[in-house]
């Protein structure tokens, strides 16, 4: 039986960066990753870090898609697209953004409420509450039995 909820205190941003490496691991293509939480609440820190990770490289340039609205990673494990939907009024929107296309690999997804009806039914669900300084609790659901490999 596997667990239907994970809450892990994160207190430093080394913390959000190891869960976001311990995802990426686990990643594989179709897979989607829902980033829930206020502004501020790492979500775009633990997107970077999850794409580094995939990538192997420590450096890579993950710049956020606020703007763009959606990045492109050419990772080994297949393409990863970052979307950022802040600025999208829903989900008729992501057709002309590639979304369908884009399943096809792995979906990292901030603003996922974005998504409505779309949104993939076996994702992981990650919602980030701010703590003080870089401190977060992330609670992780989704992923059936990989939701306890992310534990630290």
């Not at 884009?102 to 974005?114: F, K, M």
């Amino acid at each position: 039986m596997s667990l239907e909820s994970l809450t892990l205190a994160l207190p430093d941003l080394a913390a959000t960066e190891a869960l976001a490496a311990r995802a990426a691991a686990l990643a594989r293509p179709g897979d989607a990753l829902l980033l829930e939480g206020p502004l501020g609440a790492g979500k775009s820190a633990f997107a970077r870090a999850f794409l580094r990770a995939a990538a192997g490289d420590a450096g890579l340039e993950v710049p956020s898609p606020s703007f763009t609205l959606v990045q492109a990673y050419d990772l080994p494990l297949g393409v990863a697209h970052h979307f950022d939907l802040y600025r999208l009024s829903g989900p008729e929107e992501l057709e002309e953004l590639g979304w369908e296309e884009a399943r096809d690999g792995i979906v990292i997804v901030e603003w996922p409420q974005r998504l409505e009806y779309l949104a993939p039914p076996d994702a992981l669900r990650l919602r980030l509450e701010p703590g003080e300084g870089d401190a977060r609790t992330a609670t992780l659901s989704g992923w059936g039995a990989r939701l306890e490999a992310l534990r630290a």
